[in-house]
C-alpha cells in the first residue's frame, strides 16, 4: 500500500503563502486519485482539492482561486500551493490517496499521511 509523508506546515501570517508537499512510496499518477484534506479540532475532515489521474482538479469553494493542488510526476510529490491565506485555513493538512472515485469525500481515500500542521495568524 501506498505512504504518504507531509511536510511543508508551519505558521504565516494572513495573506501570505505556503506550500505544502507528499511524499508518496509509490508511482501515484497513474493509479490513484490524490487529495488533500484538512481538520480542526472538533470538527470533521474537509476536503479542500483533489487532482485525478488525467489531472483534472477540484476546489472546495472556501480555497477556490487561491490554493492549487498539483503534482510532480517525475518526483511522486503532490503539492498544495496555498496563496492569501486567511485565519480560517488554520488546520491539519492531510494527503491521502484513492483507488476509488475521486471526489472530496474523505471516505473514498484510503491511504493517508500523517498531517502537518497550519497556523494563519491575523
Known amino acids: 500500500q501506498v505512504r504518504l509523508v507531509e511536510s511543508g506546515g508551519g505558521s504565516v501570517q494572513a495573506g501570505e503563502s505556503l506550500r505544502l508537499s507528499c511524499a508518496a512510496s509509490?508511482?501515484?499518477?497513474?493509479?490513484?486519485?490524490m487529495g488533500w484534506f484538512r481538520q480542526v479540532p472538533g470538527k470533521e475532515r474537509e476536503g479542500v482539492a483533489r487532482?485525478?489521474?488525467?489531472?483534472?482538479?477540484d476546489y472546495a469553494g472556501s480555497v477556490e482561486g487561491r490554493f492549487t493542488i498539483s503534482r510532480d510526476k517525475a518526483k511522486n510529490i503532490l503539492y498544495l500551493q496555498m496563496n492569501s491565506v486567511k485565519p480560517d485555513d488554520t488546520a491539519m493538512y492531510y494527503c491521502?490517496?484513492?483507488?476509488?472515485?475521486?471526489?472530496?469525500?474523505?471516505?473514498?481515500?484510503?491511504?493517508w499521511g500523517q498531517g502537518t500542521q497550519v497556523t494563519v495568524s491575523s
Open positions: 487532482v485525478n489521474r488525467y489531472d483534472y482538479t
Open positions: 491521502a490517496a484513492s483507488t476509488g472515485l475521486c471526489t472530496l469525500e474523505s471516505s473514498r481515500f484510503a491511504y
Open positions: 509509490e508511482y501515484t499518477y497513474s493509479r490513484y486519485c
